[in-house]
Nanobody, 125 residues
């Protein structure tokens, strides 16, 4: 079965860190641009970060610049999102998405090939 699987979410206190993983199952990620998106209750899905297939290009939402870092390990078909200095407003379901040779842009509709089911991140004391 061809799919993306997110992991690494959980409950963390403000100021804490989490590392999310996005793993491909049934296909290889090395030709895909990967995006991380999030959706908080009652809000629209928004782009968080993306990384091109070669990792030469990355992009971050202003709200996470300097706190989040995206990286990829093509040998293991996994993309990571390191999240530091977490804030309560980072609370959301985080999704990864893949687009074959896609542009690294933080627009959900530009990622059409695969989406994961999401992992919940809760930042609360």
């Amino acid at each position: 079965q061809l799919q993306l699987v997110e992991s690494g979410g959980g409950l963390v206190q403000p100021g804490g860190s989490l590392r999310l993983s996005c793993a491909a199952s049934g296909f290889t990620l090395n030709l895909y641009t990967i995006g991380w998106f999030r959706q908080a209750p009652g809000k629209e899905r928004e782009g968080v970060s993306c990384i091109s297939n070669s990792a030469r290009s990355t992009n971050y939402a202003d709200s996470v610049k300097g706190r989040f870092t995206i990286s990829r390990d093509n040998a293991n078909d996994t993309v990571y999102l390191q999240m530091n200095s977490l804030k309560p407003e980072d609370t959301a379901v985080y999704y990864c998405a893949a687009q074959l040779f896609g542009l690294c842009v933080l627009i959900p509709t530009r990622f059409m090939d695969y989406w994961g089911k999401g992992t919940l991140v809760t930042v609360s004391s």
